[in-house]
């Protein structure tokens, strides 16, 4: 939100209050308190009729530092908050009449007393500062003071807000505040936290999120359900603006040395991911949205998938598994399925988990309706006249309150009576149409509740999965999210169109969204609406197989491959058993980010955060540690990329690239830049067919150009996510002879391991291990 005109002047309906001194400061609990009055207070007189603000600075984790900035320390807002975990550092604080001084870890708050300014210090360096005009009381649209007879002078109407500024550094890119579609960079965007169905090529997003970080090293969660505004570098160039209607500002700044660091603080903060079951990683194909579908319909699909060999994992019931009209009483139409415990059971029996499509909203003129009329289990209307209902998606459709526990019970136990039938897990569509002229259980906010609202509704489903299916076997299908969401996976990125602007806008939303916190990430293969072109569908399908979680599904039309030409049902098969033998690696991807937060696809400058030439990137990304991926957007085959520098070896074809520059080359639907990073352990499993299964079977551990000197070293996990074995390789100082022996409980296996070692001019070296260890002359 935009305060002023240009810099110097305020917008005519805004009066601020600025702090312009540190007047008292006080140690507590784990930090310090400053009074920061609107003007210097150099007398008795001036402590008179004045604004002052309450600003603590506190150590809310290892190089978390939480800012709390207060107008009336006595205001309720009844905002639902954020749940946080938070594990102080030991703080240090000194004060001395020109400044205040706190430091803990390895973050030290300086704050100016005199001319009030602050500064967050690491590293010996400025992180980033806060000084004049740049923190806030804005009263807006102020009323003047009547004063007619009996008028009351302490009554002032006006919309307060608290605003602070963060200043950045020449050249300083920002990076996160959700899945946002516009350009990766947000510098120069004006950004509103308000979860919209806004598709994916506009600036709106179902997935705003109140966090973002920069090429600086650090990053900045404020912490409020409420409507957070950021001005990235747009009212003020100099500086990251962040406002929110009330009397109180929350916001915490987090440092590390890479970008992983900040969100390991972030996610222990707020929450870390869930590990998803193995089997989600496979390939999942849907009955699209509107296309007309029966149980004969539904087995088509699947047999026309495993009759071509195309290892098919998940297989997804849209809306339509409920009659029209009545989204949802989750109620299978029982016109179209007869026997739906049976037809579960056989699909089971093929090696296919099932997935169905729910929402939080209840069309009237059901059973379910009247069941929460009945008990109070809905959104009320704000005006008192009953429960708040809208025709937008279904008639009269009411919204489950899940701040009432009866109602989060009520819910998730008639979505029990959905999972006793046989489904596995549900796709959690929508959550972002949430009314406020409404009035909650808890007396939550309705405002700061609309974008809670997901949280809430995805939490519900979640626990219930892994109450029903268990800890290691739950995962959503997500649309809506907000911070802290991140804990139920997976989330995927909304309806896309079929073309290569709608597929680089997709992956510019995954981008983001993997830096504001999230790990697991989808998208509609080939895009949502509209019907893609074979070429796209090939190019799009590389794509999907190389992200985090893969799904074909559309709007009008299916997505079956063999809809799109013989070849694209050879490219799907391919890069789905592709996927399936990179499982070892990716799985353990996947732990790391349930250990950690570092999500499984990252974005170039997040795991290049020293090169320059990275911080832009949004047309490819890196899969895991190891692994860059620069998918195709155009249909001449074309493939552009950056690589960092070092030795990158092509996964699929073998060649060798030198990094620290640009190529520009032509791929076959079978290829695109898909490059292994120098010094990399790869470790290949030997099933094509099912991404869950023993990754320690017959495998194969690649080496790629292991530089002298270097050891290294990767783990493989069981489906538990346990380390069940570990490779260890070094090259010897003269690069020689390279050394590689494994260890763990599945060790024992080591008559079936191979070790491939790729060298530098694109040869290799393979051999067997029969005692766990190896050495190959290089």
């Known amino acids: 939100m935009k305060f002023n005109e240009g810099y110097w002047l305020r917008k005519e309906n805004v009066q601020p209050s600025y702090a312009t001194q540190g007047f008292t400061v006080e140690e507590i609990p784990h930090g310090m308190r400053i009074t920061a009055p609107e003007r210097p207070i150099l007398s008795r007189a001036d402590a008179l009729d004045l604004t002052v ?16 900035a207060t107008h009336y320390m006595a205001y309720d807002s009844h905002e639902p908050r954020f749940v946080l975990t938070e594990h102080p550092d030991e703080v240090w604080v000194q004060v001395t009449p020109q400044e205040a001084v706190m430091t803990a870890g390895d973050v030290t708050v300086r704050v100016d007393r005199e001319r009030w300014s602050y500064q967050f210090e690491a590293g010996g360096r400025i992180l980033t500062s806060s000084g004049f005009r740049n923190l806030a009381y804005m009263r807006v649209d102020k009323k003047p003071v009547s004063l007619s007879a009996g008028a009351d002078y302490f009554q002032q109407e006006y919309t307060p807000y608290m605003v602070n500024e963060l200043s950045l550094k020449p050249g300083e890119c920002v990076y996160g505040l959700g899945e946002r579609f516009t350009a990766f960079v947000k510098n120069g965007q004006s950004v509103d936290m308000w979860n919209e169905d806004g598709g994916t090529a506009s600036e709106k997003s179902y997935k705003n999120i109140p966090f973002y970080m920069t090429s ?16 990235v570098a747009s009212e003020k160039v100099e500086y990251v603006g962040m406002s929110v209607e009330g009397e109180q500002l929350r916001y915490h700044l987090i440092c590390g040395k890479t970008p992983a660091d900040i969100l390991e603080a972030y996610t222990a903060l707020t929450g870390r991911p869930a590990l998803v079951p193995a089997w989600t990683f496979g390939l999942w194909l849907t009955t699209s949205f509107k296309p007309s579908y029966d149980e004969k319909t539904v087995a088509g699909l699947i047999d026309g998938m495993l009759d071509r060999k195309i290892p098919l994992r998940v297989f997804h019931f849209d809306c339509y598994w409920m009659k029209a009209l009545h989204w949802c009483d989750f109620e299978w139409d029982e016109q179209q399925f007869t026997d739906v415990k049976g037809m579960l059971e056989r699909y089971h029996a093929k090696g296919i988990k099932i997935c169905a499509w729910i929402n939080p909203y209840i069309a009237q003129n059901t059973k379910f309706f009247a069941e929460g009329v009945q008990n109070g289990y809905f959104l009320m209307r704000a005006d008192g006249h009953g429960v708040k209902q809208i025709d937008n998606w279904q008639p009269g459709m009411a919204l489950v309150d899940f701040t009432n526990p009866d109602a989060v019970n009520w819910y998730t136990d008639k979505l029990k009576e959905v999972l006793d039938a046989g489904v596995d897990c549900f796709k959690t569509d929508f959550g972002e149409r949430i009314p406020i002229d409404v009035t909650y259980h808890d007396g939550s906010d309705p405002k700061c509740m609309h974008n809670y609202y997901t949280f809430l509704y995805n939490k519900a489903v979640f626990e219930l999965l892994q109450r029903e299916k268990g800890k290691d076997e739950a995962v959503l299908f997500a649309r809506s999210a907000t911070a802290g969401s991140q804990q139920f996976p997976v989330h995927w990125g909304g309806d896309s169109f079929a073309n290569y602007a709608s597929m680089a ?23 949502f609406e509209s019907t893609a072109t074979p070429d796209l569908y090939k190019r799009w399908v590389q794509f999907g197989l190389l992200s985090s979680h893969s799904r074909l599904h559309g709007s009008d039309t299916y997505r079956a491959p063999w809809l799109f030409g013989d070849e694209a049902c050879e490219v799907l098969k391919y890069f789905t058993e592709l996927k399936c033998t990179l499982m070892p690696y990716l799985y353990r991807m996947a732990v790391i980010a349930h250990e950690k937060g570092t999500p499984v696809l990252r974005p170039m400058p997040f795991a290049w955060p020293q090169d320059p030439g990275c911080r832009y990137l949004d047309l490819q990304y890196m899969l895991g540690d190891s692994l860059l991926v620069a998918p195709i957007f155009n249909d001449r085959g074309e493939g552009q990329y950056y690589l960092p520098e070092g030795t990158w070896t092509g996964l699929l074809d073998g060649q060798v690239r030198t990094g620290g520059r640009w190529y520009t080359e032509q791929y076959d639907y079978f290829h695109l830049p898909l490059f292994v990073k120098e010094n990399t352990i790869l470790p290949i499993g030997s099933h094509r067919d099912v991404p869950d299964y023993d990754y320690t079977d017959h495998l194969a551990f690649h080496i790629y150009v292991p530089k002298a000197g270097a050891r290294l070293q990767r783990s493989v996990p069981d489906l538990h996510g346990e380390t069940v074995l570990t490779i260890s390789a070094g090259l010897s100082e003269d690069g020689k002879v390279l050394s590689v022996e494994t260890s763990g409980k599945a060790a024992e296996k080591a008559a079936e391991f191979t070790c491939t070692v790729h060298l530098a001019d694109g040869t290799t070296k393979t051999t067997a291990m029969p005692d766990g260890r190896c050495e190959i002359r290089v």
């Open 216 to 231: 600086e090293g650090y990053g900045v969660f404020v912490d409020h359900t409420d409507s957070v505004s950021f001005e």
């Open 505 to 527: 806008e997709t992956l510019r939303g995954g981008l983001s969204f993997a830096m504001s916190g999230f790990s697991f990430w989808s998208h509609d293969i080939s895009g």
């Open 53 to 68: 603000l309450v600003v603590d600075f506190v150590s809310a984790g290892h190089n978390d530092i939480a800012v709390t």
